[in-house]
């Protein structure tokens, strides 16, 4: 069973910037395939924001290309989250994704989530 600890997040301006920070920990880190960022606002699906495959690029919704980046430290098993120009559309609940491949079956891994909130 992996576990994930989330840090980082909190309240800022529009405009502002948040940093989100996943660790993972378990048997099954060395099979991750895949780290990355979904968010749910209230009332609505959860939806992806950032994903980084071990090796392929990034992947981004489309609503924060230019102002989010992902990155990812396999040494650490870490993947991090920079929000940039945070705008009222962007507060949700941030849960980290991990995905473990093992023997061709995959596991999906959800962080516990943390708020990321837009407010002037």
């Known amino acids: 069973q992996e576990q994930l600890v989330e840090s980082g997040g909190g309240l800022v301006q529009p405009g502002g910037s948040l940093t989100l920070s996943c660790a993972a920990s378990?048997?099954?880190?060395?099979?991750?395939?895949?780290m990355g960022w979904y968010r749910q606002a209230t009332g609505k699906q959860r939806e992806l924001v950032a994903e980084?495959?071990?090796?392929?690029?990034?992947k981004y919704a489309d609503s924060v290309k230019d102002r989010f980046t992902i990155s990812r430290d396999n040494t650490k098993n870490l993947v991090t989250l920079h929000m940039n120009n945070l705008k009222p559309e962007d507060p949700a609940v941030y849960y980290c994704?991990?995905?473990?491949?093992?023997?061709?079956?995959?596991?999906?891994?959800w962080g516990q989530g943390t708020h990321g909130n837009v407010s002037s």
């Open positions: 980084k495959p071990q090796i392929a690029r990034p």
């Open positions: 994704h991990v995905g473990v491949r093992v023997l061709g079956d995959e596991h999906d891994y």
């Open positions: 378990g048997n099954g880190v060395r099979n991750i395939y895949i």
